[in-house]
């Protein structure tokens, strides 16, 4: 079968919608489904977000990162505008950056229950030092656990060379 049928993209509003509304503060509401039409495949989704941004919780002001989100979908599947949405709500979200990719990766998990998730910001440094915060989850019980786990303890091991941040 080509293409999606309604019953597939039941749920989906904002793809399309001409009268989007953007929030103005953390909108988990904003996230959106849709039906994984190859869950006997195991492959990675990446989204790679470069113009996210969020408040400092203790100066109020704006943080920039790029955010990098790579699952592998069970059933469902984030759905992009959505998502593009409810990662603008942080705009006037305060948090700490690591909280920031903790919350969205488990967002994203309630959502969408993957079998495995991975989360990394990649800020722009405050007062001479940037800060990149790295979440994951594998699914328990099943292969994705231990993905999770040796994909944590390894993520780092070869760092890029930053020096234009």
Known sequence: MI???????NGV????????????NYAPEMLECFTNKHPENDYFVKFNCPEFTSLCPMTGQPDFATIYISY???LKMVESKSLKLYLFSFRNHGDFHEDCVNIIMKDLIRLTEPKYIEVWGKFTPRGG?????YCNYGKPGTKWEQVAFNRLVNHD????KVDNR
């Open 13 to 24: 509003t904002s793809l399309g919608n001409q009268s989007t509304r953007y929030p103005d």
């Open 3 to 9: 293409g999606r049928n309604k019953e597939e993209l």
């Open 157 to 160: 091991l070869y760092p890029e």
């Open 72 to 74: 592998v979908p069970e």
């Open 129 to 133: 030092i940037s800060i990149d915060p």
